[in-house]
């Protein structure tokens, strides 16, 4: 036989050779971590160890077949095996190549190469290194070992890779450690080539990557263990922390080749390190230099596009991109800008890349939103540049989803500041104002959507506005400060773009905006609409029908005084000269940039890219004063806007307002009365621009007047009206020069002329007087042409007696008389004499000269045109003129003048309406842009508001999420670590770990028992709070109830940290549901709250189809969330719960966590609409309403002594809606005791209790009969009912926070009710006697107990040493209580025993005889009404459910104060019975008689100490074996035809298994049992297979059973795995599953009490956790654990307490999480021997999580050997100790509740049974045996799920022993508890 060696790994096999996958150990003594940098250290480690990384390139095996005569001939001489082989094996036959490949892949050590059937049949024999126990080696080709071989000169020596070894000390993790020691490494020379192999090895973090890279490669069991123990966020969160130098290319570089070369593309692995590592700009954003942040985006940029957008679409696509530049690239980044730029380019190239074919609606909008919400411009400008350039693109998708989801709508959003208002976030990230680049890019963008051919014209509309008008949008442009010019001009454009009619009321609107431009843009807006109305001449009477044309085109030569800004030509007119200023961005934040005053010249229409954006501001150069140019130009500017002005008024006013109706003209003067009334605003010369408007109109108007006839009615009347303008327009200015021109003059009489006027017979003699006062007027001119012509005219009419009236004449000479006394021009004086004397001479006798004049003779009159003008003038200023004037002329010209004064009221009053109806139109105007506006509001910008604000908060949540994944991570590291530094750890440090603080866990048992401590990572000594009370006055008592002197008289009608792996951030990572066969579809989402004991947390509910999530909508920013993730599957159940006495809230029950969530009442029914039918086919689900208990068979089961008082207690608050997740409806319990001076207690005598028929605060007579006196006495003014007590029993304040002060996160809410300190020592719970005596004796206290009084000693004890006020500040327990020493330890040990003594009173029969009376105060019909009143059991009326309803309370600070009430002062539970009393509970004898009755079995533990045997025949072969595992599963289906049959399962040291009827009751038989051998138990065909390890030989804890009776599990396998064998009454044992599990053999296991997991403990130090229910041969371990040094030797689980127990060889104890594989504590054993060798041979968990070990000490100096029991508590304390005499226990250890059973071999080879109790190892049984006891279980009965019997198994022997009762004998009572 030839050696067979594996130290070198040099191995050798038929076909081909094995991949040698070490290296040889290492043996350099210079990789000492001292002597060289950590960097060089790890090099060194990963070169020796690992090798250089290269991918294999080995050819397969090449295989070759000989004849049998001819073998000699190839191969040559047969001689001896030797060398180092691994697996030796002779076949029957040639194999074939795709065996010999198989083989070949397998590898060197893998054990399972001819497992196979195709293999198996053809192995003659086979050996293993594993097989061989000395010389010998044995046969594994068959069970019968008939060819085992001998080693002859050779020896075996197993060895392992390194990277196995690490796997079981820890694995890869055990090396992170490092990183948290890396310093700053030496700066590379700046010479050295960045390309020079192996020159980044002094990169700390470079070299740890390639280490990380070797470990991994080609081996997915390393991937896995890598994602199992979430190593890749760890690694990425500590790399974060390192120094800044070290993330450099060499860095990168390593992360490159870890991805390319190490792990498999598309794998689990791949996609954490992506996700975490690479796609992660948090650790890349850390580099100090920048090189290697754009050389990183742009490798991003390379991997995508190479592999195509979809593959990293789902997980890094267009919101991951967008994000990450808003977190990490914005202004607050510390690169420079040029570089931060080419960052941000790269990646919007990567969006580019995504969206270039297709991009989706979500795509879409995250674009959009980013641009909405992002803070820097720079960003914005660059995205909307990049948006601009995917339109560009070739194709129509985004065209398309723009104008589909009302995207391009959208984008109108952002040229309105946002409304502070309108948010409900109030984040910083919120933008505060637009500037104007951002606003003119997005314009540019809309132009570009608009000009664009590729979507319909018809779908182009919803960019028009046309829906919603401009105005809308116009006016929230202006409300606070005009929008700048450029926008404006945008604006138009967009509105022109429009063809072939465009909207002239949007236009109208723009326009409107021209009183805030400066001149150029005036001009240009003016020329757009001139340009309009060029092109479609018959627009003019579709604008002259929008409301407020008139005032919207006089816009145009109007300047705004909030413009602050336009021509300073403007001045002259428009009083108080402003000059203009050219406002820039960064000067005034204004939103404006300068505009050019070249007229020439245009707006930019350059395109922004990414890396060169356009400038956000305008030119630096600032002007506060205009030179000389800058003047001329604008009056050329205004020049032309005048002129453009004018074309357009007077085009609308002729050609669109056609007609001559007043309505017509009133529409016409309207614009006469806005450029008029524009006074101080308006830039041309308001008189001027009126008269040339009148000009035109006159113009026109004689240019088709002719003859008056019928047909030209329109054309007279229009002349009659203007004849009346120019009338009133000249008495109006008749004191301005600019009023009259000659071409006015001549206008005028031209129009008179045509429609002869002064034609006697036509009838115009009004018209005629109108006409007269015109040409008065202009007489009076200055302008000598205007002058001469209009006396001429009218000289002319005086000749030919066209004015007959005394009153006209008259009229005419005070008018010419008036205007020769004004004139200052000689020769207008010559014309207007003339005009004087013509009237004279004509009408001297009418005028009556002779009379009044006398001395004006006729002569005088006739030879006046010779009168030389200085006469003439004086002449006419004498006295005797004036006195005629004054006398004669005034008097005769009243009637004329009277006929003048109507006319112009009548126009007055025309212009009046005018006004009206002007500001009416303008009012109509305005108000059509509020509707508008309102329109635009409601579908456009609060739509997009509430987008925004949902998007800020997603961001906000998506940043804290960020912070906080690192923090959950650091905190799950440092859980890690605090394994990995522990006295177990590979990194422990000896005297450096401190004190481990605790906190209370979440996690529940099946009584809803918190009985757990977890470790305070976050542990805070509040050395403040201490300081604040001795420092300061007491805080105020809050046990008194907040003030209620505001409310209303109530209604009469209706971080805590992750201890449990709830909380923490939701993965986000989609690539991980790979594995699910369905897509996770999302079927419900609703605001909510998360309500915990210590705070409410607003948030997000979302269901799918697999998981229910949680999202805190603001987490702070210094906490790690409350973001949770629970799976559907694991739901049990669901309960309606009050929240503030409101039927709003839900509390979800999974795996011994819950959560609680408090909605509206209708998303409440939506959400347990949806959980129903995601539920609907899980049998065992249920929702629990609100009910009367009645309608359970809870009160029944407690009644028949089915569960404990204690259980129904807890059950009876769950129902009531008591919780632990609201610290104001804590879950309430009963003092128990009254007692508490005696030094020991008798729980037989009746006296030790209390009075249970009275609440807490009437126990006392005295008590009682004062609060009934208060009661009746009571008389609030304000309507409050009366009450006997005005403290609630159970509160935050006064019960909750009061007792458990010692314990976080009680400690903490204590502090946080205080104001931020701790109580005065006084008022603090310290002593358990005195505070019953407060509740006994005080009116004002009427607390009753919590349930950590009955199950937590931890609560009593200052574990955490925090500074109360008192010494030690433990609590003083009763005299009763076992005493010890004030080390912590015995402590804890007394506040135990009171804990186990105070639940045993709780379960006493006195208690069970009496609860129902207290159940009646609390849940029943004494809780309310008169029955309440008697019991003197009355609160204040607000903590009664139904008291308010907060949702019709509008007062926000009065619903405040009214929860503030609820929630500290305490709410009464729903009430469950209303109106029968409760039923009393049976006693023990009345149950053991009804079960008797009906046929049922009883359980056995009431009677463990009266006990008698029953011999069962098992096995008919000695050779069969003894019987080491015996028991009955507890689920297990009925698998035999029978009535009530169990299966009973036996399993023999030689492997034979027995399934065996089994009913525990048998009324015919006396030992009241059934037992039915299995005829095949003796058959080989139901026989164990397998080879175990050499040595070893089957045991109980090798063995388990899956408790449905279906399968084995079975270990000790040499090849190191355990076998899973299923189980079949009728048929053979056969095998399922063969799962690999350790790299050393399997030395021990064990099943979870529910069958959900197994935990398999191995040689190789590890022990593993799995899922039993889906075991295969490819399944995962959920869990490692660690921290063992020597051989696992025992192991426990209980999912029920989240906990496995795992010992060792050399007595190290460990204790993990079962969840998460978290390392608790490591227990310390006592030793009886200064020096010895301590092993722990068996654990357990008992039912209330107390630890029991079997150790066995060997001395080390002596033969003496000591056997011993401990108990520890859930949480590591030290209990109890109990030394074995001369015995010692063979069989595993069996808890049933609060006992413990087990069986021991004397040394006289004998055995007891010993039943004990769990407290303190009280003895209750032995029961002798004459064999040693090889097995011990107690029996569990399917039907009544009691424990019936305790079955036994024997050495040597065949049969089994069955314990049972000896029911015919008197009956003993319970010593200790009744059953759980």
């Not at 104007?436 to 590729?454: D, E, R, V, W």
């Not at 919603?468 to 202006?478: A, F, H």
């Not at 701790?1318 to 349930?1347: G, M, Q, W, Y």
């Not at 097995?1831 to 009544?1840: D, G, R």
Request: charged share 25%.
């Amino acid at each position: 036989m030839a050696a067979v060696n594996l130290k070198n790994k040099l191995s050798y096999s038929v076909g081909g050779p094995i991949t040698d996958s070490a290296a040889p150990p290492v043996r350099d003594s210079s990789n000492n971590p001292s002597d060289k940098s950590i960097g060089s250290f790890l090099g060194g480690i990963k070169d020796r160890v690992f090798g250089k990384r290269k991918k294999s390139t080995e050819e397969a095996p090449v295989m070759k077949t000989v004849e049998a005569e001819y073998q000699h001939e190839v191969f040559g001489k047969p001689i001896g095996l030797c060398g180092d082989l691994v697996t030796i094996c002779l076949f029957k036959c040639c194999l074939t190549a795709d065996q010999v490949s198989q083989m070949y892949k397998k590898g060197a050590n893998h054990t399972e190469v001819f497992f196979s059937s195709s293999l198996r049949s053809e192995v003659v024999f086979q050996y293993h290194p594993k097989m061989c126990s000395g010389q010998r080696c044995v046969d594994m080709s068959a069970y019968t070992r008939s060819m085992d071989g001998t080693l002859v000169n050779g020896h075996t020596c197993l060895s392992h890779s390194i990277t196995d070894m690490i796997k079981c000390i820890g694995g890869f993790q055990v090396i992170i450690p490092l990183l948290e020691q890396v310093q700053r490494e030496p700066q590379r020379d700046a010479d050295q080539d960045l390309f020079e192999e192996d020159a980044g090895n002094d990169n700390t973090v470079s070299t740890f990557f390639q280490l990380l890279g070797s470990f991994i490669v080609n081996s997915e069991e390393h991937e896995d263990h890598l994602l199992s123990t979430n190593s890749i966020p760890t690694i990425s969160a500590l790399v974060q922390k390192v120094d800044s130098s070290l993330i450099d290319e060499y860095t990168l570089m390593a992360v490159q080749n870890l991805l390319h070369d190490s792990v498999r593309p598309g794998s689990l692995l791949y996609n954490s390190v992506m996700q975490h590592i690479l796609f992660d700009f948090r650790l890349w954003n850390n580099s100090d230099k920048w090189e290697v942040r754009v050389v990183h985006a742009q490798y991003l940029y390379n991997i995508i596009t190479q592999s195509g957008s979809d593959m990293f679409r789902k997980s890094f696509g267009v919101q991951f991109i967008l994000d990450s530049i808003s977190m990490f690239y914005c202004k607050r980044s510390s690169m420079i800008e040029s570089d931060i730029r080419t960052v941000r380019s790269a990646l919007f190239n990567i969006i580019k890349f995504y969206v270039k074919k297709n991009i989706s609606k979500e795509e879409l909008l995250a674009l959009l939103m980013f641009i909405h919400t992002v803070q820097d411009d720079t960003v914005v400008l660059e995205a909307i540049a990049m948006l601009r350039s995917l339109i560009d693109m070739p194709g129509d998708q985004i065209h398309l989803k723009l104008y589909e989801n009302d995207g391009a709508v959208m984008l109108y959003h952002m040229l309105v500041n946002p409304d502070p208002y309108l948010f409900s976030f109030t984040g910083e990230n919120r933008r505060k104002r637009v500037p104007l680049a951002i606003k003119q890019a997005i314009l540019k963008l809309i132009l570009a959507l608009l000009g664009t051919n590729k979507v319909l014209d018809t779908t182009k509309k919803t960019l028009y506005l046309v829906e919603y008008g401009m105005g809308g949008l116009v006016s929230l442009l202006q409300p606070l400060k005009p929008p700048s010019d450029k926008l404006s001009l945008q604006l138009m454009e967009i509105v022109c773009y429009q063809t072939p009619d465009p909207n002239y009321r949007n236009m109208l609107c723009v326009v409107s905006l021209a009183r805030y431009a400066a001149l150029p843009t005036k001009l240009s807006l003016g020329r757009m609409v001139q340009q309009v109305i060029k092109d479609k001449p018959t627009c003019v009477s579709d604008i002259i029908q929008c409301v407020g044309w008139q005032e919207s085109i006089s816009c145009l030569i109007k300047n705004d005084v909030r413009a602050g800004r336009g021509s300073t030509y403007s001045s002259q007119y428009s009083g108080d000269p402003e000059p203009f200023v050219v406002v820039s961005l960064n000067e005034t934040d204004d939103e404006r940039s300068e505009v050019e005053v070249s007229l020439t010249s245009s707006t930019s229409d350059s395109e922004f890219l990414p890396s060169q954006p356009e400038s956000l501001h305008a030119d630096d150069s600032i002007s506060s004063a205009v030179s000389h140019d800058e003047r001329s130009s604008d009056c050329g500017i205004l020049t032309q806007l005048q002129a453009i002005s004018l074309d357009m008024h007077c085009k609308l006013l002729w050609d669109g307002l056609r007609g001559s109706s007043q309505e017509i003209w009133k529409e016409r003067m309207k614009v006469f009365h806005s450029i008029n009334s524009a006074k101080g605003t308006i830039l041309v010369p308001a008189v001027k621009y009126t008269r040339l408007l009148i000009e035109y109109l006159l113009t026109e108007c004689c240019a088709i007047v002719k003859d008056h006839t019928p047909a030209e009615a329109d054309s007279t009347e229009n002349g009659q009206q203007l004849i009346h303008l120019v009338s009133d327009f000249l008495n109006t200015h008749y004191k301005e020069e600019e009023s009259c021109s000659e071409d006015l003059l001549n206008l005028t009489l031209d129009l008179l002329a045509k429609m002869t006027v002064w034609h006697p017979v036509t009838g115009w003699s009004e018209l005629a007087r109108v006409g007269l006062n015109i040409l008065l007027h202009f007489v009076g001119s200055s302008n000598s042409e205007i002058c001469a012509t209009a006396c001429s005219k009218l000289n002319h009419l005086i000749q030919t007696d066209e004015f007959k009236l005394e009153s006209e004449i008259y009229y005419i000479i005070n008018s010419v008389h008036n205007a020769l006394s004004s004139t200052g021009n000689r020769e207008n004086d010559v014309h207007i004499l003339q005009v004087m004397k013509a009237v004279l001479e004509k009408h001297s006798e009418m005028l009556g000269l002779v009379e009044h004049l006398p001395h004006l003779t006729s002569s005088d009159l006739k030879t006046g045109a010779q009168v030389r003008l200085d006469e003439g003038v004086e002449h006419y200023g004498n006295e005797h003129w004036k006195k005629y004037l004054h006398t004669v002329v005034k008097e005769k010209r009243s009637h004329c003048l009277r006929l003048f004064k109507q006319v112009e009221q009548e126009m007055l009053n025309l212009w009046n309406e005018v006004e009206n109806e002007q500001n009416s139109d303008w009012h109509k105007f305005q108000r059509e842009n509020g509707e508008s506006q309102l329109l635009f509001k409601s579908n456009i910008t609060t739509p997009l508001n509430a987008a925004i604000d949902s998007e800020l908060k997603r961001f906000s949540i998506k940043t804290n999420s960020f912070n906080q994944n690192i923090r959950v991570i650091l905190d799950q590291w440092k859980s890690r670590m605090r394994f990995f530094s522990s006295e177990r750890g590979t990194w422990a440090k000896s005297g450096e770990s401190g004190p481990i603080h605790w906190k209370m866990s979440s996690h529940e048992n099946h009584c809803r028992m918190r009985i757990k401590m977890i470790p305070n990572d976050h542990y805070e000594d509040h050395r403040d709070a201490s300081l604040a009370r001795d420092t300061n006055d007491p805080a105020p008592l809050r046990n008194d109830p907040p003030s209620i002197a505001n409310l209303a008289t109530p209604s009469q009608g209706a971080n805590a940290d992750d201890d449990d792996g709830m909380f923490g951030p939701n993965s986000t990572d989609e690539s991980l549901d790979e594995g699910n066969s369905s897509p996770e579809e999302l079927l419900l989402k609703v605001d909510c709250e998360l309500i915990s004991m210590m705070d409410s947390f607003p948030g997000r509910l979302e269901i799918t189809n697999r998981c229910i999530y949680f999202f805190e909508h603001m987490p702070s920013s210094d906490d790690i969330g409350k973001d949770f993730t629970s799976p559907l599957s694991t739901l049990k159940h669901v309960h309606h719960r009050l929240h503030n006495l409101q039927r709003t809230a839900l509390e979800f029950f999974s795996h011994n966590t819950n959560f609680f969530l408090n909605f509206t009442r209708e998303d409440r029914k939506k959400v347990l609409r949806v959980i129903r039918r995601e539920k609907r086919r899980d049998s065992k689900f249920r929702v629990f309403e609100a009910q009367l208990l009645a309608n359970t068979n809870l009160t029944n089961k407690w009644v028949r002594r089915e569960i404990s008082n204690f259980e129904y207690l807890m059950q009876l608050n769950t129902i009531a809606g008591r919780t632990y997740n609201d610290w104001s409806q804590y879950p309430v319990f009963p003092w128990v005791l009254k007692d508490y001076k005696s030094s020991a207690i008798d729980f037989d005598n009746p006296d030790s209790y209390r009075n249970f028929t009275k609440p807490a605060g009437a126990m006392h007579p005295p008590i009682e009969t004062e609060l009934r006196n208060r009661y009746e006495e009571f008389d609030d003014p304000g309507g409050m009912q009366p009450f006997h007590h005005g403290t609630h029993y159970s509160s935050a304040a006064g019960v909750v926070t009061h007792f458990l002060v010692r314990m976080e996160p009680f400690t903490t809410k204590h502090i946080d009710l205080q104001n931020g300190r701790f109580d005065v020592a006084d008022r603090l719970f310290f002593s358990i006697k005195e505070s019953f005596n407060s509740v006994l004796t005080s009116l004002h206290d009427c607390k009753e107990l919590t349930p950590d009084f009955f199950c937590l000693p931890e609560f009593l004890i200052n574990i955490n040493g925090f500074d109360l006020g008192r010494p030690g500040g433990d609590v003083a327990l009763p005299n009763w209580t076992d005493q010890f020493s004030d080390s912590l330890e015995d402590k804890i040990r007394a506040a135990e025993d009171f804990i186990w003594k105070h639940r045993k009173a709780l379960e006493s029969d006195y208690v069970s005889s009496q609860l129902h009376h207290w159940i009646d105060l609390i849940f029943g019909y004494k809780q309310r009404g008169s029955e309440a009143e008697a019991a003197c059991n009355i609160y204040p009326a607000y903590s009664y459910e139904g008291a308010y309803d907060l949702s019709q309370m509008s007062d926000p600070a009065k619903r405040a104060v009214t929860e503030k009430i609820i929630k500290e002062f305490g709410q009464t539970p729903i009430q469950l019975i209303d109106k029968a009393p409760h039923p009393e509970r049976k006693t023990l004898e009345e149950c053991l008689s009804m079960e008797t009755r009906e046929g049922k079995a009883s359980s056995i533990l009431p009677y463990l100490n009266n006990l008698m045997c029953f011999k069962a025949e098992v096995h008919e072969k000695a050779s069969s074996g003894n019987i080491i595992v015996a028991c009955v599963p507890p689920s297990q289906t009925r698998l035999f035809i029978g009535p009530d049959f169990d299966v009973l399962v036996t399993i023999s040291d030689q492997g034979y298994i027995g399934m065996h009827k089994w009913h525990p009751v048998d009324r015919h038989i006396s030992n009241k049992f059934v037992f039915h051998r299995d005829l095949l138990v003796d058959s080989g065909n139901r026989r164990l297979a397998g080879l175990l390890q050499p040595g070893k030989s089957l045991e109980a804890k090798l063995l388990a059973v899956s408790t449905d009776a279906e399968k084995i599990y079975a270990g000790g396998y040499w090849d190191n795995s355990f076998r899973v064998f299923a189980l079949n009454a009728t048929t053979d044992l056969s095998r399922l599953k063969h799962i690999p599990a350790h790299y050393g053999v399997v030395t021990c296991l064990h099943l979870d009490a529910t069958g959900e997991h197994l935990i398999t403990g191995s040689a190789d130090t590890t022990c593993k956790i799995w899922e039993a229910s889906t075991l295969s041969e490819s399944s995962k371990a959920l869990q490692t654990l660690y921290g063992h040094d020597d051989e696992v030797s025992c192991v426990a689980i209980s999912s029920e307490y989240d906990m496995a127990v795992s010992g060792s060889k050399d007595g190290t104890v460990n204790i993990h999480t079962v969840r998460k594989g978290l390392f608790m504590q490591s227990l310390q054993l006592p030793k009886e021997f200064s020096s010895s060798q301590l092993t722990a041979k068996e654990i357990q968990i008992a039912s209330l999580g107390h630890i029991i070990v079997y150790t066995e000490e060997t001395s080390t100096t002596s033969s003496q050997t000591m056997n011993c029991l401990l108990r520890y508590s859930i949480n590591g304390h030290f209990l109890d100790r109990l030394k074995l005499d001369k015995q010692v226990i063979s069989t595993p250890l069996v808890t049933a509740h609060e006992y413990l059973i087990y069986g021991t071999t004397t040394e006289d080879q004998c055995g007891n049974l010993y039943v004990r109790e769990i407290h303190r190892f009280t003895r209750i049984s032995r029961l002798a045996m004459r064999k040693p006891v090889r097995s011990v279980s107690i029996a569990y009965s399917f039907m009544t799920k009691k424990h019936s019997h305790i079955l036994v198994g024997l050495e040597d022997a065949p049969s089994m022993m069955i314990v049972v009762t000896r029911r015919s004998e008197p009956e003993i009572k319970n010593p200790v508890i009744a059953v759980f």
